[in-house]
Structure formats: structure tokens, C-alpha cells
């Protein structure tokens, strides 16, 4: 397929560019997303100075030490007396990029001390980190649940529209099946049948995948809809005159002009998984402590202490605007664009 | 001025006339006869006087279930059902110690069997109707009956026998017991004394457990406390108003209670009832977490924040110690090898960091734990237990003792692996609907990855999470918390009897797996029927020191007991024990309460 919108483009490298931010967290975040330090718990994001105290200017920027206020919780205050300076590439904690490559340093961070640009939750756990992780977790979970759905959904809604008649009608109903099943419910029945003692990775994945297998059915509506349409048309005809099998057909002359409607739905998809994620662990069915994901992160929220109290326990939700944004305005910008390969009736 | 006057008077128009309606019913009714009050064996509070008036609002979990003191289980029936009715015998939550309430004096018989009781005279219902032995009696062969299902029955069960009741005349009653029991006394605190004029018919024509249920009507409805039913509507409140044949005074000789109604608002999440309070719609707030304590001490207005000091809630974390059945896998009946061993499990106690809890989960306000008596039990704890600090080395020695050692993981952290070189791994349960303790397993969990053990929290529903643990009793360990209501050991004997069905780590056993729990069984019988308190203290002493050597509960930590009212509420004294506010209902009021009650 060709790309021919500008904006279309713009807004593939800007995705591409938020996925490799997050993609290198171990990198780009100066701690352990795991890590605790219980001395600071609820530290609200730190500022960063070029001016200090006595109004000297500094070319490198630095940060204040915070102190818990003498007989509170949660009750910060600045040490003007001790200047954390930032420094560019140092060494800390050992990550793996990518899951493979390991390595230590980090993009920025402070010899000394801490730093926490957005903060630290209750167990006193860096968010900037957290929030970098945590997207590695939901990025992987939307994009995982979607190509298992769109999959599924291209071949099963590909198959039905072009052989029709009996076949059609059961695959159909059955997708009107699972668009009925309350899927939440279904969640737990899944959670509650995985051993207690898995690894969490392996039973999110589990779980997303459940949720992306049983999303096939709308892209499958969708996919039936064109397959219906295509096998009308004159050159499939042709085909068949040939004698070319229904497997080859399908392949290479149905399935193809789908593309569109699948890269749409692609786009469509990807946010409403991340979505589905975010939700899953909110109501605690997601990935549990202490690996971050934006859903987890965000379900501190529910307590009112925290809500009225620690502003920058929200910024997960800020987090993930740009990649909504990108996923849903890419998919319009698929639907409007001009299109080589669009369908006349 | 006179704006002010005016709306404040439109306003509370409405209240006015609902006040009026509802108060028919209790004009209607003989007024208390000023002869019988002459009469009236008066227990005079020491309480400072107060004024009379006004009304308290408070914020309910939920709706009550019933108003049936016989049968009510759930916490919100019991809260309302307190204040509404009396007991013979009564805890003062406050000193925790019992004194006489409708009993006038309690004789024990030296060999601990008999009690004798003397009913105060000139006593009546909140129908006016008065109290005599046959009320006593008749309450007793309720709650005794078995086809009634009185969850209070089993506490009434002593020696295997129900306690006899016999009255003497009718103001005199004598208890007999099968066996001595140590602080039989406590045994009549919350049994609630019941009208027989009211209730018998009920029970005769065995509709009791259906009487008295929340659309009961208030004139059919009597009891013995500070307050009567005058409204329920459903899914909103309760409202209760002043019992006027209440029996105790103020100092001044003021019949109590000073307060003119009480108002339970049903408001079902924690957050929902510090928004009611925080806007001023309810004037007393309990049952508060640590983090939204310090939301309302923060912008405290019109409001004072106190901190009670410790309750009785332990917490812990303990391991399934269950036999293995042929149900268990393999693989958790070789983890459950491990937490047999007791230096495994005094290893993990050596490794958690206590304070760290207290910090974290309850912002300070909490003790840490190292045995189920907790701060706020003001008798019964054993000081010679120790509170050893967080030592990671203790723990690594005792691990070391026990045959497990080190190996090198992928990165730079040491696993810790058993003699036949597998690692260490297990989960951890916790409740989901409980974030403080899902809080705790995620700090022991990193505690613990210092030591290289990998231990996963698994939060699950609270239901599913009780079956496991004393149903199919497939877990590792699980945190959990219990709270006594008394502060007495024998409130808790289910937990440590190994018969108990809450001896959580290998429930309701045939014969005590081990020889500890033989000892603490044993003990725990003899503290029941020990005659002085020294005796019994001497007991539940070496209990204690059992559960320490043994850690078949790893204490963890203990929360405040919190509470919010408003700064115009008099004689206010949050005891540790529920309930915690309402505990002298009777004496609470307002100041100024012609401006409150206009509110």
C-alpha cells in the first residue's frame, strides 16, 4: 500500500518515535521501576533549578534535596543547603534494552542523592521510571491483543464473506456471540483458573491474549463486509474461470483488498487494548505489584487520600494522551487519505 | 441577622414537622411517671453533665440486616443495635474492665460456678413496660435455644453445658455454670435483655427471628438502651430518638441520655463517608484509615481529628502449615517443607521490616507487632517477649542453619535455594479489597528479595481468598488481620485452640499436629477455668511466648484506632474497643445544641 499523505507519515514517525522512547526505558529512566526507597514515600516532583538560593546562576541544572518535614508523612521541604547537580550518562542501576542488551548507564540521573521528575509514589518508588516501564507493559499488551484479534478477524471474516451461505451464517452468529459475552466476567473466570504462583508476565500475556482472541469479531464483521463485495468483482471472476482454488483467491485476490479496513481497525484497536489494560488493572486483574503498567499505576487513584492529596499520581493518565492521540488521528487520517486501492461499488 | 434567622428557620421547617409527626406515637405513650422514677434504682455516670438536645448524625457501612439483637451478625446491625439496647453486666470500653449496668451487683460463689445477680428496681422498657427476672429469663432461654441460631449461644456454652438461669424472686437471679470460667463476668457484655411482654408471643409461635426486622413498627419495637426507633427509611437512614425511661443520671441527677436523636446515614465506601464528614453532614467519623486521617487533619474546619492510640487489629503473615493431602502438588508440598521448618519462618520474621509497615501503610499512626497483644489491650500483654530489631543477617544465620544457601541469579543478586538446589519462590495472598495489607505483602515481598527469596503478591477477593485458606488449602502464605472485640484472651481462644476453625495455619484439626500447639491447647484450657486473673495472665503468658518461639503467625503491625468529631460534641472519649465512638452514647452532647439541632 502506498502512503501518500504527509500526514499520515507525521504522524508514523511520531508514533514511532513515543514507542522508542518508551521501548528504551532502561536507558531514558535513571532507576529501578521496582526499587523502593521508603525514606521518601509520596516525594512530589522535583523542580529543577538553574538559579540557586543566593541567586547564582548555574550552567548545569540541579535539584534541591528533599526533606520530610520534622513529624510528618508526607511533608516535603527543600534543602537549599545541599545542590544535587544533573548529570548526562551516568551509571546506576542494570537494566536489559530491549529484554537482551544489558547495560547500566543511564540517560541522566545524579551521583548523589536523588532525583524524581514526577515524583515517587507510597512505597517511595521513582514514577518517571514507573511511567516508562509501565508503557512498556500496556504498549505490549494493546499491540499483542490487537494483531491476535485482527488476525483472527481477517481470516475467519475473510473465509466467511467469500464462501457465504452456511458457512457465513455460523461464523456470524458466533461472532454476535462474542460480541454479547460480557468479556469482564469472563476475565475473572480466566484469573481465577491460572495457578496463584506464575510468573505475572505469563498471566497478563495469558489474559491479553483472551481479550484480543475474543475481539475478533468486530474487525471479522468488517473484513466479511469487503470479502462480500470483492468476490463479485470481475477479475475474481476470472480467477475462479481459471480454475485458481479458493485458498489462492482468497490470498491473493480477497484478502488483499482488505488492507485498508484492517489497517483502520489496527489503529482503532491498539488504544482501545492499551484501554482495556488500563481498566484490567485498575480493577486489579492486571499485572500485579510491583511491575508497573499505566493501568496499575493509575489504580492508587481510587483512593481518595490520594486523589486530594498527590497531584502527580495522575500524570500515567497524562502519559498516555500523545499515544491516543497518535493511534486515533493516524486512523482517521487512514480513513480520509486518498487511497490507491479504495473500493468502488 | 433576622435574613439568617429566617432561612435558618425555612430551612429547618420541614425537620420541625417530621419531628412532630413522628414524635405522636411517643406523646401518645404514658409519659414517665414521675412516682416510679422516685422508685428507680438510678446508676449515676461519672461522666461530666452535659446539656440536653440536639442530634448526632454518623455515616453507616450499610444498611443494617435486622434489628433483632438475637440474631444480628453484621457489624452494621450490631453498631445501631448497641445503642439501642443494654446488658446486665457491661465492658466499660474505656477502662475495659466490666461493671454492673442493669445488674445493681454481681456476687461470684467461691468455687466460680454460681453467679449471683440483683436487677436494679423500678426499671423500664422503652415502652414504659417494666423489667423484672422474667425478662432476664426469658432473654436467656432465647438465646440458648438452638433452633434461634443466636450467634451469641456458643459464648453461653460453657463445659460443654449451657449455663442454667434461675430466678430467685424477681429481682434476684442466679447463673450456674458447668465449669469455673475466668472472667464469667464478661460473658453478659452485649447480651442484649429482651422484652417478654413484647417478644413472647413471637417466640411461642416460633416467628422470632422474623420479628423485629427493619420495617418493624417503632411502637413495637422496646429495649433497654439510650435510644428507641422512630424512622427507618429504607436505603437512606435510621433515625433513633431519646428513650425516656433510659436508667442512668448525670451527676446532677438529669435523666440520660442528653441527646435527642441519632441519625445513621447509610453511606457504603470509606471515601463516600470522609466527603459526608468533610462537608459537615455527619458530626462523627470512625473506622478511618490512616491516609484519609491525615486528608481531614489537614483541612481540619470545625472539626478535631484524634488518634485513640493502638486498637486490638493484629496483623500477620502466616504459612500454610497443612498436612499434605493427595490433592497438593508436588511442587507446593515441597514448598510447604520449608515453612514447617521454623527456622525458615523465624528467619522470614528476622527479615521483615516492621517499621517500615508502621511508616508506610499506616503514615505512623500503628505500632509494630511482635505478638497478638497489641498496645492498645492494656493487661494482657507478656513484657518479657522480645522486639528484636530487622536484622538481615539473623535471618541469613537461621536460613543458613536450616540448609539453604545461596547461588549466583543472572544479574547481581544472590537466590536463595533449598538442599536440593531449587529456589526459593512462593506467593503471598492478600485481600484486594483491602489496600493496607495488599501494602504489607508488597513491602515483605521486597524485604524478603534481599534474602533472595522471590515471593509474588496475589491479591484476590476476599471470599476466595478465605476458601482458600480454610477450604482447599492451596496457598503459601497469606497477610491477614483479626480484631478482637474483647480485649480478654478468650475472646480469641478460637484462633489459637487447634480445634479452632480460625487457627488459620492448619485449621480445625482432629489432634494437635505438633507439640506447641498441644501446649498452647492446654493452656489456653487452663486459662478458662483459672480463678484469679494472676493465674490466668500466667497462662496466656507462656501462650504468647509459644506463638514467638514458634512464629506461627509472623506479626507484622497494628493500626491506631482514628476518629473524627466535630469540635462542638461534649464528653467525647474514643475507647480502642467498638465501638469506639458510641461507646457512651448516653453521655455524648451537644454545645449549644439549639444551634446544632437547627443544623
Not at chain 1, 468488517?222 to 471472476?237: P, T
Amino acid at each position: 500500500m502506498k502512503i501518500t499523505s504527509h500526514k499520515t507519515v507525521a504522524l508514523l514517525i511520531f508514533l514511532i518515535f513515543l514507542h522508542a522512547f518508551v521501548l528504551a526505558a532502561g536507558f531514558i529512566a535513571p532507576y529501578d521501576p521496582v526499587q523502593q526507597d521508603r525514606d521518601r514515600p509520596y516525594a512530589p516532583p522535583a523542580a529543577i533549578h538553574f538559579v540557586d538560593a543566593a541567586g547564582k546562576f548555574h550552567v548545569r541544572p540541579f535539584v534541591y534535596q528533599q526533606r520530610v518535614r520534622e513529624g510528618s508523612f508526607d511533608q516535603y521541604e527543600d534543602d537549599q543547603a545541599t545542590r544535587i547537580p544533573l548529570k548526562f550518562f551516568v551509571t546506576g542501576a542494570s537494566y536489559r534494552l530491549l529484554g537482551v542488551i544489558p547495560g547500566t548507564l543511564h540517560l541522566f540521573g545524579t551521583e548523589e542523592g536523588s532525583v524524581n521528575l514526577l515524583g515517587t509514589d507510597g512505597y517511595g518508588r521513582d514514577l518517571f521510571s514507573r511511567i516508562l516501564y509501565g508503557g512498556q507493559i500496556s504498549l505490549l499488551a494493546g499491540l499483542l491483543a490487537a494483531s491476535v484479534s485482527l488476525l483472527i478477524g481477517t481470516f475467519v471474516g475473510g473465509a466467511s464473506g467469500y464462501f457465504g451461505g452456511w458457512t457465513d451464517s455460523i461464523v456470524m452468529r458466533l461472532a454476535e456471540l462474542c460480541l454479547a459475552l460480557p468479556w469482564l466476567y469472563l476475565l475473572f473466570g480466566v484469573r481465577a483458573f491460572l495457578p496463584l504462583l506464575v510468573n505475572p508476565l505469563k498471566a497478563f500475556l495469558t489474559v491479553v491474549v483472551v481479550i484480543g482472541a475474543l475481539g475478533w469479531a468486530r474487525p471479522a464483521r468488517l473484513v466479511r463486509g469487503v470479502a462480500l463485495s470483492a468476490k463479485e468483482r470481475d477479475f475474481v471472476r476470472a480467477a475462479k474461470g481459471f480454475g485458481a482454488s479458493h485458498f489462492y483467491i482468497l490470498c491473493r485476490h480477497v484478502l488483499p483488498q482488505t488492507r485498508s479496513v484492517i489497517l483502520t481497525q489496527a489503529a482503532i484497536l491498539i488504544p482501545q487494548y492499551i484501554l482495556a489494560e488500563v481498566t484490567l488493572s485498575f480493577l486489579g486483574l492486571g499485572i500485579p505489584e510491583p511491575t508497573p503498567s499505566w493501568g496499575n499505576l493509575l489504580s492508587s487513584l481510587q483512593q481518595y487520600s490520594v486523589l486530594s492529596s498527590y497531584w502527580w499520581m495522575y500524570l500515567p493518565a497524562v502519559a498516555m494522551v500523545p499515544f491516543f492521540f497518535g493511534y486515533l488521528a493516524l486512523s482517521s487520517s487512514l480513513q480520509d487519505g486518498p487511497r490507491a486501492d479504495k473500493i468502488e461499488s | 441577622m433576622t435574613q439568617k434567622c429566617l432561612q435558618l428557620i425555612r430551612r429547618t421547617a420541614w425537620l420541625g414537622v417530621a419531628a412532630l409527626l413522628c414524635s405522636l406515637p411517643s406523646v401518645l405513650r404514658a409519659s414517665p411517671d414521675s412516682a416510679r422514677a422516685a422508685n428507680t434504682e438510678f446508676l449515676v455516670s461519672r461522666d461530666p453533665v452535659g446539656q440536653r438536645g440536639g442530634r448526632l448524625v454518623l455515616s453507616l457501612r450499610a444498611e443494617p440486616k435486622t434489628l433483632n439483637p438475637i440474631i444480628a451478625a453484621d457489624a452494621p446491625s450490631r453498631e445501631v443495635i448497641g445503642v439501642m439496647q443494654a446488658d446486665l453486666i457491661h465492658i466499660n470500653r474505656g477502662s475495659q474492665l466490666t461493671e454492673a449496668a442493669l445488674a445493681k451487683n454481681c456476687k461470684v460463689s467461691k468455687d466460680g460456678l454460681e453467679y449471683s445477680i440483683e436487677l436494679r428496681r423500678g426499671l423500664q422498657f422503652s415502652d414504659g413496660h417494666p423489667l423484672d427476672a422474667d425478662d432476664v429469663l426469658f432473654t436467656f432461654r432465647v438465646y440458648l435455644d438452638e433452633a434461634i441460631h443466636a450467634p451469641q449461644r456458643d459464648l453461653l456454652i460453657v463445659g460443654g453445658k449451657p449455663i442454667e438461669v434461675q430466678k430467685m424472686d424477681a429481682y434476684h437471679l442466679v447463673f450456674r455454670m458447668a465449669k469455673p470460667y475466668g472472667a464469667g463476668d464478661r460473658l453478659f457484655d452485649g447480651l442484649a435483655i429482651l422484652p417478654r411482654h413484647v417478644l413472647e408471643k413471637p417466640y411461642a409461635e416460633g416467628k422470632l427471628a422474623q420479628s423485629w426486622s427493619l420495617s418493624v413498627l417503632p411502637s413495637q419495637w422496646a429495649g433497654l438502651g439510650p435510644f428507641r426507633l422512630k424512622e427507618y427509611v429504607a436505603g437512606q437512614r435510621i433515625v433513633l430518638e431519646r428513650n425516656p425511661y433510659y436508667w442512668k443520671t448525670d451527676a446532677k441527677g438529669a435523666r440520660l441520655p442528653y441527646l435527642d436523636e441519632i441519625v445513621f446515614l447509610f453511606v457504603s465506601s470509606a471515601d463516600a463517608q470522609v466527603l459526608r464528614f468533610q462537608s459537615g453532614e455527619t458530626d462523627v467519623i470512625t473506622r478511618l484509615g490512616a491516609e484519609n486521617f491525615s486528608v481531614l487533619s489537614r483541612q481540619a474546619r470545625g472539626y478535631a481529628m484524634t488518634d485513640a492510640g493502638a486498637g486490638l487489629e493484629y496483623n500477620f503473615i502466616f504459612f500454610n502449615l497443612n498436612e499434605p493431602s493427595v490433592k497438593t502438588s508436588a511442587d507446593a508440598a515441597r514448598r510447604q517443607v520449608w515453612f514447617r521448618d521454623v527456622k525458615f519462618r523465624q528467619a522470614i520474621s528476622a527479615a521483615v521490616d516492621r517499621q517500615a509497615i508502621v511508616r508506610l501503610v499506616y503514615q505512623g499512626r500503628g505500632a509494630a507487632l511482635w505478638g497478638p497483644v497489641t498496645l492498645g489491650n492494656k493487661r494482657w500483654a507478656n513484657t518479657e517477649i522480645r522486639h528484636p530489631a530487622r536484622s538481615l543477617d539473623r535471618a541469613r544465620d537461621l536460613l543458613r542453619q536450616a540448609g539453604f544457601s545461596w547461588k549466583n541469579g543472572s544479574g547481581a543478586e544472590q537466590i536463595l535455594v533449598d538442599q536440593k538446589a531449587n529456589p526459593v519462590e512462593f506467593s503471598i495472598l492478600t485481600s484486594s479489597s483491602n489496600a493496607d495489607r495488599t501494602k504489607m505483602a508488597t513491602l515483605i515481598a521486597d524485604d524478603l528479595k534481599q534474602i533472595g527469596i522471590k515471593a509474588q503478591v496475589v491479591p484476590l477477593e476476599f471470599r476466595s481468598l478465605l476458601d482458600r485458606v480454610t477450604q482447599t488449602k492451596e496457598y503459601d502464605a497469606c497477610v491477614l488481620g483479626l480484631a478482637s472485640f474483647d480485649a480478654d484472651p478468650n475472646s480469641d481462644i478460637n484462633v489459637w485452640l487447634s480445634s479452632g476453625g480460625t487457627h488459620l495455619w492448619n485449621p480445625s484439626q482432629a489432634h494437635p499436629a505438633t507439640a506447641w500447639e498441644a501446649e498452647i491447647d492446654k493452656l489456653m484450657e487452663q486459662q478458662l477455668i483459672a480463678k484469679s486473673f494472676e493465674e490466668r495472665k500466667k497462662n496466656y503468658d507462656r501462650v504468647q511466648q509459644i506463638l514467638d518461639e514458634n512464629q506461627p503467625f509472623i506479626f507484622l503491625a497494628t493500626p491506631d484506632i482514628l476518629v473524627g468529631i466535630k469540635n462542638n460534641v461534649g464528653n467525647f472519649q474514643p475507647a480502642v474497643l467498638e465501638p469506639y465512638a458510641l461507646w457512651n452514647v448516653e453521655t455524648l452532647f451537644l454545645r449549644n445544641s439549639s444551634e446544632a439541632a437547627g443544623k
